[in-house]
């Protein structure tokens, strides 16, 4: 099989943890099949175990958003156990895990999207050169700061987690840290000289007060236009050098979105509960399907494994949820292509794919009814009813959140009562079930567990990069990635670098291989690489 | 500088955002300012698309000279040996992993999973994992007991979950600017130079273990005391310098409040987190810590502590980290 060298990026990486196949025809993407190639079996380990395993278990499923399943496992545990949380434990885990994400939007944005940037394929664009300078990795001068200042907000994690990846700090009833005046103090110093070298000086070129008042597209090209120094900031850039290779134009998946939401508002969820979850969140949840909002509910979501190589069939709800794994040699003879299971959501009785991510999470924070702490935001509804979704429209929802999410921090930090408790002891019921979310960098993230005679009887994660990767479920209907990957033009059969874009833009934790074949003759054309962050 | 080609198998890739953390040097210095080829990594490489993939069969083969090969990840050998359960270049990775290995002058193991399997191996191992030459403690692993690189030594074993970058950054200077000599291992082929002293080594909490006096509680209860009493807290157990070198520059897990898993060593996660383990200090007797500091008994424990809490201070008994 011929496979012809088309990927040009400098970070090129052959083949990983996730294949991607497409079919292109006449110019155009005509369908496409994602395939995780690797199994660990993290569920199937924790049946069994103490019931707080997942606080260790789960955040080793991926070392990029840890903490962020340390967050949602905690939860599942204080929903089981009807903890109390006190504020100060719920503003520690808000800016824990608002950190992590403040370090992964910089540093997936420099790492692994703006290097397809400087493809080839380009060089006819007059912003090429500049694009060069800027991005190139390890020499670009915005690639250095952007990549090398990430590792000061996960600097706050450590303050208060003790380290970063991989604390366990966050436990139900609140945390285990109590940190001291010069831990408060010494976060908002790092997080200031984060905002100053990095979000300010080279990505916004203005204040993260000033960013925060775009309201409309309308309102961001005004902005691009305002001054030198935003015109040329790395968004400013951005923004126009994408439109000029035309990112706004393909990428656009399904359409239809789900949030789950995170960070609570401290005195709203002092006893968390499921039913209480929703009211609670200061990044709402939400679901935006076939052009309406409505309530997320987590008793809708179910897993089908028709495509995924495990044993079982039909849709089942995570709290019954079963992880068989079977080989892939036998599995593909039954069609099974994927260790992802597909996630889907019952809307009106049919169970559809959801898109999840940044721009799930601005979709739902443009819904009407928002409390007084919620986010309410309404630039993304507004960029989608006048450019619709595209690998640029998520890529700017994505960034959007680094001066959001920023501002957040730091008032959490400022309501940090120092004299108050951190935490209070839980009752350690024997049995129950329980229910846990959050929004990692890449999009929902959430925890199912089954309690039993003081040990965990079932367990169920389902990841951000399972909703957007998933494959086809029993409908045949294809997961969001493979709907955003068809109809994707290719410009250079023999380079097809928009598939890298849109692939990219979802930022799944997967490293991902493309393999292009030609729909008429069924020839691979290339295969090429999509860099993740593992 | 040397020639470097990382790989992820059964990974989380902990390590690689560990490694990204990294200051003095950082990535961007190891490449740019001392020179590190990094032939290939999976977030960082600058190879290209599929000549990648010839890149590979190139280290594989010689024609392409590899000095280093670092092993990120748990090695998945399920379904039967076969290594399906995680496919890498069209082929399974455990091929790859043997292969590059053979090649390579020196093998680094970088995190728990491939020093000795890691939390993938926990019980009931459901992908058959393993490390590359440890087992947990038992001696094999993938590559068995006995293999030695071109170099002459075992797999170099870097463990954490994960490992912190200080030592992967400072083990590979160390090997690029020749002093792979004085890169001293012990038993679990790690580096003594980090691996010798203890996780307690340098705990801000030494003073309460020192006199007996136990935290109370989590929260604002971890202003005081230590957690090796209640806690399960394995700092005196646990060979490594998290509190030496510290975490992100700032911290540790113990400093911030959190017992120390024990992770540097191929038990964990200790006891296969059966009921009762995780957070809960193991006891005998209703009291006595089953496990006691390395290197003592539980007799002169015993006499050790009564004494310490006889001398044990006021200060002691009251809160030290406060606001």
């Known amino acids: 099989m011929p496979a012809v060298d088309l990927f040009v990026s400098p970070l090129g990486r052959v083949e990983g943890d996730l294949d991607v196949r497409v079919t ?13 190639a690797m199994f660990r079996g993290f ?11 997942g606080l260790i278990v789960t955040p080793r499923i991926c070392g990029i958003c840890g903490g962020s399943h340390l967050y949602k496992a905690c939860y599942a545990l204080d929903t089981a156990w009807n903890t109390h949380v006190p504020p100060n434990g ?11 994400t403040l370090q992964s939007i910089p540093r997936y944005f420099y790492a692994l999207f703006a290097i397809d940037l400087v493809n080839k394929n380009y060089a006819s664009s007059s912003m090429y050169d500049e694009a060069v300078r800027r991005f190139a990795p390890y020499v670009g001068t915005s690639y250095q700061p952007g990549v090398v200042l990430s590792n ?65 597209w309308d309102d961001m090209l005004a902005w691009v236009d305002e001054n030198e120094s935003q015109h040329n900031s ?30 609570f508002e401290p005195s709203r969820y002092e006893n968390p509960t499921i039913d209480g979850r929703n009211d609670a969140l200061i990044g709402r949840s939400g679901v935006y399907a076939n052009g309406e909002f409505s309530e997320f509910d987590h008793m809708k979501v179910a897993e089908s494994v028709e495509h995924a190589f495990y044993q079982g069939s039909g849709l089942l709800h995570p709290w019954v949820g079963e992880t068989n794994p079977v080989d892939p040699l036998e599995g593909r003879k039954n069609g099974k292509y994927s260790w992802a299971k597909a996630p889907r959501y019952d809307l009106g009785g049919q169970y559809i794919p959801l898109e999840t991510g940044p721009l799930a999470r601005r979709v739902a924070a443009g819904a009407p009814g928002a409390a007084d702490f919620q986010d309410d935001d309404p630039l993304f509804m507004d960029m989608l009813e006048r450019i619709g979704p595209s690998v640029f429209t998520r890529q700017m929802a994505r960034m959007h959140e680094a001066p959001k999410y920023f501002r957040w921090v730091m008032d959490w930090l400022s309501q940090i009562d120092l004299h108050e408790s951190f935490y209070t002891k839980p009752v350690e019921a024997p049995a129950g079930k329980g229910f846990g979310a959050t929004e990692a960098a890449r999009g929902a993230l959430a925890d199912w567990i089954v309690l039993d005679d003081g040990k965990i009887e079932n367990y169920q994660v389902i990841t951000p990069t399972a909703w957007n990767i998933g494959p086809r479920d029993a409908d045949g209907t294809l997961g969001p990635m493979e709907q955003a990957l068809v109809g994707a033009p290719i410009a250079d059969m023999d380079d097809p670098v928009e598939l890298g874009h849109v692939a990219r833009s979802f930022d799944s934790c997967l490293v991902c291989t ?17 860099n993740g962050m593992v | ?11 989380c890739s902990g390590n690689t955002m560990s490694f990204l953390n990294a200051e003095e040097p950082n990535v961007v210095d190891l490449i740019v300012d001392f020179g590190l080829d990094l032939i290939w990594h999976p977030s960082l490489g600058m190879e290209l698309g599929a000549n990648a993939q010839k890149l590979f069969h190139d280290c594989a083969s010689g024609a392409r000279p590899m000095d280093i090969f670092v092993l990120e990840g748990t090695v998945i050998q399920a379904p039967n040996k076969s290594g399906r359960m995680d496919m890498f270049a069209d082929r399974p990775m455990i091929e790859w992993v043997k292969e590059l290995a053979e090649a390579a002058s020196i093998v680094v193991a970088i995190g728990d999973c491939a020093c000795w399997g890691g939390i993938p191996a926990t019980a009931p191992n459901p992908s058959d994992s393993t490390g590359l030459q440890f087992h947990k403690r038992e001696r094999g692993g993938f590559l068995g007991p006995d293999w ?44 003594q130079t980090f691996f010798k002293t203890f996780t307690q080594t340098g705990c801000t909490r030494v003073q309460f273990f020192e006199y007996k006096q136990s935290t109370t509680s989590f929260g604002e209860g971890t202003r005081t005391g230590c957690l090796f009493y209640e806690f399960g807290c394995r700092g005196p157990l646990t060979h490594s310098p998290c509190n030496r070198i510290l975490w992100n520059r700032q911290s540790s897990k113990t400093r911030a409040g959190m017992p120390c898993t024990g992770c540097t060593e191929p038990e964990f996660p200790h006891f296969d987190l059966a009921p009762g383990t995780v957070f809960k200090t193991q006891k005998v007797a209703g009291t006595i810590p089953a496990e006691v500091p390395e290197g003592t008994d539980h007799l002169s424990y015993m006499a050790h502590a009564a004494a310490a809490r006889i001398a044990a201070p006021q200060w002691s008994k009251e809160d030290m980290f406060v606001v």
């Open chain 1, 234 to 263: 790395d968004c400013g850039f951005f923004i126009r050098y994408a439109q000029e290779i035309g990112l706004d134009k393909y990428g656009v998946g399904p359409g239809n979105y789900l949030a789950t939401g995170t960070y």
């Open chain 1, 514 to 530: 493309v393999h292009a074949y030609d729909g008429k003759s069924g020839r691979e054309l290339s295969k090429f690489v999509v």
């Open chain 1, 152 to 216: 000061k907000p996960v600097e706050v994690y450590a303050i208060f987690g003790g380290q970063w990846p991989h604390s366990s700090f966050m436990i139900p009833g609140g945390v285990m840290s109590a940190p001291t005046l010069a831990d408060v103090t010494r976060a908002t110093a790092i997080l200031e000289h984060w905002k100053d070298n990095w979000l300010e000086k080279h990505w916004l070129g203005c204040s993260v007060d000033r960013w925060l008042e775009i309201r409309s």
């Open chain 1, 43 to 53: 569920e199937i380990i924790l049946q069994g175990k103490d019931p707080q395993a």
């Open chain 1, 90 to 100: 719920t503003l520690v885990r808000n800016i824990a895990q608002a950190c992590e």
């Open chain 2, 148 to 191: 030695r690189s071109k170099s002459g030594l075992p797999v170099i074993n870097i463990p954490g979950c994960p490992a912190h970058p200080d030592w992967i950054t400072q083990i590979l200077v160390a090997l690029a600017t020749g002093r792979a000599g004085d890169i001293a291992l012990d038993d679990l082929h790690r580096p």
């Open chain 2, 1 to 11: 500088m040397s020639s470097v080609l990382w790989f992820q198998a059964g990974a």
């Open chain 1, 24 to 36: 292109i025809e006449d110019g155009h993407v005509t369908s496409a099949w994602t395939e995780a």
